[in-house]
C-alpha cells in the first residue's frame, strides 16, 4: 500500500515592498503596542511555547568574519507559537557590523505543519515589535515626560544611548504613548550623531547630542532632566555606570533593549543592583542574555528578584510612578519570539483582510 503523499504547495511571499505600506500605518503601530502587551501575558500565564534561541556569529560561537574592527555581526534565529492561535512562527534575523540588517519570518499552519507565508522583512517586522516592547515598557514604568513649567516650556527629554536603527524606531514608537518631543542622544561617532539628529528633527522631535553616556543619567540641569532612558546598543562594555544617577531623587525609567545576546551589556552590574524593580522579558532567557546577565553571574541579584513583563501587566497599578517618588525601574528585552509571533500574524491577517 502506497503512503499518502502530501506536497508543499509554493507559500505566500511578500518582500518587503509588500510588508513596508502595512506595517508603517500609525493604526498598525497602535495596534501593535497593545498585542505585544496581551502577548506578553499570555507568555507569563504559560500560553507561549518558545523553542530554544539560536545564536551564531556571536560569542561562544565564532565571528562570521575575522579580524573586523567593531566585529559586531550575528545572525539570531527565535521561534515559538501561542497556544490554539493558527500559525507557529520562526523567525531569523541578522545584522551588527559589517553586516546589514536582514531577516525574514516563516509563518507555518498549526493545523497541518506546513509553510504557508514567507514574509521577506530584511528585519523589519524585528525592529518595530522591539520597538513596540520598548513603547509598552514605557507606558508602564516610565514617569510622566509631558511636564511643563510655568510658562509652558517641555522641561523633560527623553535619553537615547546609540543613532542605529533601532534608536529611530523606539522613539518613534514612544510618539504614540506621550507627547513629549525632547531628546537626548548620545552616539560613538560625531557623524552618526549629527545625522540622527538631522532626520529625527525632520520628523519634528526636539533633538541635542550629549558629551557621554552618562550625562543622560546625571542631567545638570532640571531641563535637561531624561526620567526615561532607552539603550539601543551592542556594546560589550558599560555605558552606564552608578554615578550620583538622577533617580537619587527622581524617578527614572531604563529600557534596555541592546544586549540580545551573551556578553552584550550596556549597564554596570552595580547600577542593575541599585534598581528598585527589575523587569524582562522572559525570566528563563535573562540568565543566559540581556543587560542583568552579568550582575546574575556576580550575585549582585538573583532571578526571584526579576519581574517578567506580563506579570507586570497584571499587577501594574501597584508599581505605577508618580513624580513623588524616586524609584529606579530597569526593563531588560533581550526579543522573546512571541514578539515575531504576534506582529508576523497581524501583518497575516491584515493581508487577508484586504482580499
Given amino acids: ?8 504547495e509554493i507559500p505566500q511571499i511578500y518582500t518587503l515592498k509588500d510588508i513596508e505600506p502595512i506595517v508603517s500605518d500609525p493604526r498598525f503601530a497602535k495596534e501593535l503596542i497593545d498585542a505585544i502587551q496581551n502577548g506578553f501575558v499570555a507568555y507569563s500565564q504559560g500560553k507561549f511555547n518558545a523553542a530554544p534561541v539560536q545564536t551564531m556569529g556571536a560569542p561562544p560561537m565564532s565571528p562570521f568574519i575575522a579580524g573586523v574592527e567593531n566585529y559586531s555581526a550575528q545572525t539570531c534565529v527565535k521561534s515559538g507559537y501561542i497556544t490554539g492561535e493558527s500559525h507557529y512562527v520562526i523567525k531569523v534575523a541578522s545584522g551588527g557590523h559589517p553586516h546589514p540588517n536582514s531577516g525574514l519570518m516563516q509563518l507555518y499552519s498549526q493545523t497541518t505543519g506546513k509553510l504557508e507565508m514567507l514574509l521577506l522583512d530584511d528585519g523589519l517586522l524585528t525592529e518595530l515589535r522591539t520597538a513596540a516592547v520598548g513603547a509598552v515598557a514605557a507606558r508602564l514604568l516610565a514617569p510622566d515626560l509631558c511636564v511643563r513649567d510655568v510658562h509652558g516650556k517641555e522641561i523633560m527629554c527623553i535619553g537615547i544611548l546609540g543613532t542605529g536603527v533601532q534608536a529611530r524606531y523606539q522613539i518613534r514608537y514612544l510618539a504614540h504613548i506621550t507627547d513629549c518631543r525632547r531628546v537626548r542622544v548620545w552616539g560613538r561617532t560625531e557623524r552618526n550623531t549629527t545625522k540622527f539628529i538631522k532626520d529625527m528633527e525632520a520628523e519634528g522631535w526636539s533633538v541635542s547630542a550629549v558629551e557621554s553616556p552618562q550625562h543622560l543619567l546625571e542631567a545638570p540641569e532640571d531641563d535637561w532632566y531624561c526620567p526615561l532612558i532607552v539603550t539601543t546598543t551592542s556594546s560589550r562594555e558599560p555605558l552606564l555606570k552608578l554615578a550620583k544617577p538622577c533617580h537619587q531623587k527622581r524617578p527614572l525609567h531604563i529600557t534596555c533593549v541592546g544586549a540580545d545576546s551573551t556578553g552584550k551589556i550596556e549597564l554596570d552590574p552595580t547600577l542593575v543592583e541599585s534598581a528598585d524593580l527589575l523587569v524582562a522579558d522572559s525570566r528563563l532567557q535573562t540568565r543566559e542574555r540581556g543587560e542583568f546577565e552579568e550582575a546574575l553571574k556576580r550575585d549582585l541579584i538573583s532571578l526571584e528578584t526579576v519581574t517578567e513583563l506580563g506579570e507586570l501587566v497584571l499587577e501594574k497599578e501597584s508599581w505605577r510612578v508618580s513624580e513623588d517618588d524616586n524609584r529606579l525601574t530597569i526593563f ?18 491584515q493581508v487577508y483582510k484586504k482580499r
Fill in 1 to 8: 500500500q502506497k503512503a499518502t503523499m502530501s506536497y508543499q
Fill in 332 to 349: 531588560d528585552s533581550s526579543g522573546v519570539a512571541v514578539q515575531d509571533c504576534i506582529i508576523a500574524t497581524m501583518f497575516a491577517r
